[in-house]
C-alpha cells in the first residue's frame, strides 16, 4: 500500500514552516505511525537530507513522548490511541495523511513535529506533588480509601501528560491536564494538607504560560489517549472557586 | 471583596464571574418570557402587568432600579469576562493548523458562543431602546404614540414590523444557542458536574432554552401575523403623525 505524506518541516522555533510533501510512500498495513516516519527518515538520510524530527520513547502509549496532529486529529484517527499505538492499517491505500506539530503558544516548536512541553512540567511543579515524610512505603491499605474514590483519583492518575488535549481544544487550553493533575492528588488523603494551596498555585502557573480557558467544547476528552473526562475539569473549578471564596488558602 | 478580586485574577475566577451573572440573567430571562406570555390575555391583562414592574412590583419604585441595575451589572461582568477570555484564548493559538483541526465532540451552540452575545449585545441595546425608552418616534419601527401606559399595543405594533420582528425572531434564536451551551458551562465551571447535578442540568440545558426562543418566537410571529394579539380596546387619544 502506498500513501502521500505532507508533513510540517520547520528549522526552528523562531523559523516559518511548511509542508514538505512524500509522494507514493511505500507501506505495509502492519507498521506502526513511528515505524512509518523511521522508513521516511531513512530515506531521507540515504539522501543525505536531514531526517524529521520527531519525540518518542516507550512506543507501548503509556510514556506521553510521541504526539503530533494527523489529518485534524491529535494522535490521528480513531479513540484512546497514541501516535505510536496508531497503524498504517487505520488509512486507506492512497491516502495523503497530513502530519503537523502541537499548535499552541504554549507549546514552541523546537523543530518539525517536536515542540517544548516544559510548560507542563512547570505546572507540576508549581503544585503537582504532595509534601510528606519520606521513608519506606507504608503498608498497602494502612490508609482506607473507598474503591469509587480510588478508581477516581486512578482514571486522573492515568494523565501521559501528551499534550493531546491543549493541542485539540480550540482554545489550546491546558484545563484537562492541570485537572488531572490536581485532582488525583486532591481525590485523597495524602493530598488533602496542600489542596487548596496546589490548585491555586497550578492554575496561576497554567495561566501564566499562555494556554487557553476553558469553553467546554469538551475537544480534549475526545482526544486524550486515556480517556480523561471533563469531570475533573468542573473538580478543578470546584476547588479554586473553594479556595478562593472560603479563603482555604494557606 | 477580596475573594472576589482574587478569583478574578485567574481564567478560571473570570469564568465563575461569567457563569454567576450568566445564571443571574437566565433566571430573570426565564422570568420575562414568562410574563410576555400574557399578550395573549389581552391589553388590559399586559398592561397591568407592565404596570405592576413599572411600579416596583407595587412594593417600593426603588425596586424597578435596582432590578436594573443588578441585571446591568451582570451584563457589565458577563461582557468583561467575556473580552478577557476571548482575547486570551484566541492569543493561546498563535500559528493555527495548516492542514486544520478536525471537531469530535462540540456542538454549533458552543462554536457560535461569542458571535451569539454580540448578536444578543446588539439585540439587548435596540430591545431597550424600541420598547422601553421608546426613542424611534415613527409607526414603522415602533408605535408612533409610544407610551408607557400602553405597553401592549407598544408591543403589538412595534414588533409587528416585519423587518423588527425577524430581527426579534433572529435574535432570539442565537438567545437560544447561547442559553444552550452557557447553561450547561455555567454547571461545569461552578463544578456541578457530577450525578447529583447532572438531571438537573441536562434538563435546564434542554427546556431553558426551547422556552425562551418558543415563547419569544411565539410572540414576534403572533404579533407579526396580527394571530391572538388584537387591540381590543383602541387608544381613542392615539392620533397619526402623518
Known amino acids: 500500500m502506498k500513501v502521500n505524506l505532507r508533513i510540517w518541516r520547520q528549522k526552528g522555533p523562531e523559523s516559518a514552516g511548511s509542508f514538505q510533501d512524500f509522494p507514493n510512500v511505500e507501506v505495509v498495513p502492519e507498521m506502526s505511525f513511528l515505524e512509518m516516519l523511521d522508513e521516511v527518515n531513512r530515506a531521507l538520510e540515504a539522501k543525505g537530507q536531514e531526517a524529521v524530527t520527531f519525540d518518542s520513547d516507550c512506543r507501548e502509549g503509556i510514556c506521553g513522548s510521541c504526539g503530533a496532529v494527523v489529518n485534524g486529529d491529535p494522535h490521528g484517527p480513531g479513540k484512546a490511541n497514541t501516535l505510536c499505538q496508531l497503524h498504517l492499517r487505520s488509512f486507506q491505500d492512497g491516502d495523503t495523511i497530513t502530519i503537523e506539530p502541537w499548535r499552541a503558544k504554549a507549546f514552541p516548536v523546537v523543530r518539525d513535529l517536536m515542540v517544548d512541553r516544559s510548560a507542563f512540567d512547570r505546572i507540576i511543579q508549581a503544585g503537582g506533588y504532595i509534601t510528606a515524610r519520606t521513608g519506606s512505603a507504608p503498608d498497602a491499605n494502612s490508609v482506607p480509601i473507598g474503591k469509587e474514590r480510588a478508581d477516581e483519583a486512578m482514571e486522573a492518575a492515568t494523565c501521559i501528560g501528551c499534550g493531546a488535549c491543549v493541542a485539540a ?4 487550553s491546558a484545563m484537562l491536564f492541570t485537572s488531572a493533575k490536581v485532582s488525583h492528588l486532591g481525590l485523597l488523603p495524602q493530598g488533602q494538607p496542600q489542596r487548596f494551596d496546589r490548585v491555586q498555585k497550578m492554575v496561576d502557573q497554567m495561566d501564566a504560560e499562555g494556554f487557553g480557558g476553558c469553553t467546554n467544547h469538551s475537544e480534549c476528552e475526545a482526544a486524550c489517549p486515556k480517556e480523561i473526562g471533563v469531570k475533573f475539569i468542573a473538580r478543578l473549578n470546584a476547588d479554586l472557586i473553594k479556595a478562593n471564596l472560603g479563603n482555604l488558602r494557606k | 471583596m477580596t475573594a472576589f478580586f482574587s478569583l478574578a485574577k485567574s481564567t478560571i475566577g473570570k469564568k465563575a464571574i461569567m457563569a454567576g451573572s450568566g445564571l443571574i ?3 430573570w430571562i426565564v422570568l420575562h418570557m414568562a410574563g410576555n406570555l400574557l399578550v395573549f390575555a389581552g391589553q388590559d391583562h399586559f398592561n397591568a402587568y407592565a404596570e405592576m414592574i413599572q411600579s416596583g412590583f ?3 419604585p426603588a425596586l424597578l432600579w435596582a432590578m436594573r441595575i443588578t441585571l446591568l451589572a451582570c451584563v457589565g461582568l458577563h461582557i468583561w469576562a467575556a473580552v478577557g477570555l476571548s482575547g486570551r484564548n484566541r492569543a493561546a493559538r498563535p500559528v493555527a493548523y495548516a492542514g486544520g483541526r478536525k471537531n469530535h465532540a462540540t456542538s454549533y451552540a458552543a462554536e457560535f458562543m461569542l458571535g451569539a452575545g454580540v448578536v444578543l449585545l446588539l439585540y439587548l441595546v435596540f430591545h431597550l ?3 422601553t425608552v421608546g426613542v424611534f418616534s415613527d409607526d414603522v419601527v415602533q408605535h408612533a404614540a409610544f407610551s408607557k401606559k400602553d405597553a401592549y399595543r407598544n408591543l403589538v405594533v412595534g414588533v409587528g414590523n416585519p423587518v423588527v420582528g425577524a430581527f426579534y425572531v433572529l435574535a432570539n434564536l442565537a438567545l437560544g444557542m ?7 458551562s455555567a454547571f461545569q465551571t461552578l463544578g456541578l458536574n457530577d450525578d447529583r ?5 441536562d434538563a435546564l440545558t434542554r427546556w431553558v432554552p426551547v422556552f425562551t426562543t418558543g415563547a419569544a418566537l411565539l410572540v414576534a410571529l403572533s404579533c407579526m401575523f396580527g394571530v391572538g394579539v388584537l387591540i381590543e380596546a383602541p387608544d381613542l387619544s392615539w392620533t397619526p403623525s402623518h
Open chain 2, 129 to 131: 431602546l424600541h420598547l
Open chain 2, 58 to 60: 407595587h412594593i417600593e
Open chain 1, 169 to 172: 481544544c480550540p482554545n489550546a
Open chain 2, 178 to 184: 447561547h442559553l444552550h451551551h452557557g447553561i450547561k
Open chain 2, 25 to 27: 440573567m437566565v433566571g
Open chain 2, 197 to 201: 447535578w447532572n438531571p438537573l442540568k
